[in-house]
């Protein structure tokens, strides 16, 4: 079994994807994934170590089957989380599917729920009631192998903000090895 440190992230991005062009830097979620890549590289300290980073770019013109769903799988497979950016552009991609089906449904991956779109957990949770709101579960629409499997492990939903994305990456909880229960999880306001 491979060494678990990896945050797997998950991210919509136009297919084919090539990182070098323009487009995929102008797309929120991916925006928002190297966000989490400056913050590491601005402070080593940063609790996130990119899964991404171990093997060749998975997002270009190679064969689906022989070449991309390996090294998706691969990467998966030495991972403790997934970390998901969902927002008000993702869309239902064969990367994306296949990246939930196989980090929840074979490895049990916990998920970190980032939300590009808010800074702040009052923008995602409803503070008095403690639920999250249905703009935020309205989203959920947008991936519906996520939406479907998010009870088969603990998910924690968050906003695209530092200091709380720096708390879900450190939280036990949502590591494989010490993950809590299969839920839906968020931090109170």
């Not at 102008?26 to 980073?53: C, E, I, M, Q």
């Not at 998966?76 to 064969?94: E, P």
């Not at 957990?121 to 409803?126: L, M, Y």
């Amino acid at each position: 079994m491979a060494y678990r440190n990896g945050n797997y992230s998950a991210f919509y991005v136009d297919e084919p994807f090539h990182e070098s062009s323009l487009g995929a830097h102008a797309t929120k979620d991916f925006v928002s994934y190297n966000l989490l890549r400056a913050w590491k590289g601005a402070d080593s300290a940063f609790p996130f170590n990119d899964s991404h980073a171990k093997n060749y770019n998975v997002r270009d013109g190679s064969d689906w089957e022989k070449t991309l769903k390996p090294r998706i799988h691969e990467r998966l497979n030495s991972s403790k989380n997934i970390v998901l950016f969902l927002s008000s552009i993702t869309k239902n991609s064969r990367a994306l599917r296949e990246e939930i089906n196989f980090g929840i449904g074979t490895n049990g991956l916990p998920v970190i729920v980032v939300y590009p779109d808010y800074s702040e957990k009052s923008d995602i949770i409803n503070c008095e009631a403690k639920t999250i709101k249905q703009k935020i579960k309205n989203l959920w629409d947008r991936l519906p192998v996520f939406r479907d499997h998010m009870s088969d492990v603990p998910t924690i939903h968050v906003p695209n903000r530092k200091a709380t994305i720096k708390s879900a990456l450190n939280d036990s909880d949502f590591m494989v090895g010490t993950k809590t229960s299969d839920g839906t999880y968020f931090y109170n306001c």
